[in-house]
């Protein structure tokens, strides 16, 4: 059973940068397709971007594309989101998510998911 546990998030002003870490244990980490999701109030959970076990392609939402970088060190078990040109509509909790031996853009593929982290963007 793999566990994830993201650290990062907080408070930022529009136009900065946040970097997101989501650390895994419990299972063969570069066997995993990882993701991160966000969620804002009121709203559906929705995809942001997602890299194969390998790491060597992402795919990113159109919202991200260009600003946001997903990457990964397997060595560390470690997914990362490292986020730029924050702008307040970013303003969400923020989840990793964990699925063996592929990689996707649709939640519900993903088994495994963090507690989330809160990543809040002011204008």
């Known amino acids: 059973q793999v566990q994830l546990v993201e650290s990062g998030g907080g408070l930022v002003q529009a136009g900065g940068s946040l970097r997101l870490s989501c650390a895994a244990s419990?299972?063969?980490?570069?066997?995993?397709?990882m993701g991160w999701f966000r969620q804002a109030p009121g709203k559906e959970r929705e995809f942001v971007a997602t890299i194969t076990p390998s790491g060597g392609d992402t795919i990113y939402s159109d919202s991200v594309k260009g600003r946001f970088i997903i990457s990964r060190d397997n060595a560390k078990n470690t997914v990362y989101l490292q986020m730029n040109s924050l702008r307040p509509e970013d303003t969400a909790v923020y989840y990793c998510?964990?699925?063996?031996?592929?990689?996707?853009?649709?939640?519900?593929?993903?088994?495994?998911w963090g507690q989330g982290t809160q990543v809040t963007v002011s204008s």
């Open positions: 419990g299972g063969t980490f570069s066997r995993y397709g």
């Open positions: 998510a964990a699925r063996f031996g592929f990689w996707g853009t649709a939640a519900n593929t993903y088994a495994h």
